[in-house]
C-alpha cells in the first residue's frame, strides 16, 4: 500500500513558477514509476509527465514539455513537477499516482492516487 500526499497548488499569474511536491509513503518508493495527472473542470484527467523508479527516464506530455520538470529524490520518498512560465490553460487539479509497472502516459495503469493540489494561473 502507498499512501500519497500532494502538496505546492496555489494561485499565481501568467508566466509564474510553482513547484509540487508529492510525498509517499512506504519502503520500496523506488520500485515505483511516478506519475503527474491534472484535470481542469470538465475535462477528463490527463497525463503530465512520469519518471521511472531510478529517476532516470521522464516522458512529457508535448502542452509542457520544455516548461515542467518531474524530478524525484528516493531518500525523502518524494517526487517533485517544478513548472515554470505557467499559463491559464495550466489551471487545473494535479495529481500524483503511483505505478508499479513500466513508465505509462495512462492514468488506468497506475495503483495509486493522491487526493490532488489545485494549481490556478490567472493571465
Known amino acids: 500500500q502507498v499512501q500519497l500526499v500532494e502538496s505546492g497548488g496555489g494561485l499565481v499569474q501568467a508566466g509564474d513558477s510553482l513547484r509540487l511536491s508529492c510525498a509517499a509513503s512506504?519502503?520500496?518508493?523506488?520500485?515505483?514509476?511516478m506519475g503527474w495527472f491534472r484535470q481542469a473542470p470538465g475535462k477528463e484527467r490527463e497525463f503530465v509527465a512520469v519518471?521511472?523508479?531510478?529517476?532516470?527516464?521522464?516522458i512529457y506530455a508535448d502542452s509542457v514539455k520544455g516548461r515542467f520538470t518531474i524530478s524525484r529524490d528516493n531518500a525523502k520518498n518524494t517526487v517533485y513537477l517544478q513548472m515554470n512560465g505557467l499559463k491559464p490553460e495550466d489551471t487545473a487539479v494535479y495529481y500524483c499516482?503511483?505505478?508499479?509497472?513500466?513508465?505509462?502516459?495512462?492514468?488506468?495503469?497506475?495503483?495509486?492516487w493522491g487526493q490532488g493540489t489545485q494549481v490556478t494561473v490567472s493571465s
Open positions: 499516482a503511483a505505478n508499479r509497472g513500466s513508465l505509462s502516459r495512462h492514468r488506468g495503469n497506475y495503483d495509486y
Open positions: 512506504g519502503r520500496t518508493f523506488s520500485n515505483y514509476a
Open positions: 519518471i521511472s523508479g531510478s529517476g532516470g527516464t521522464t
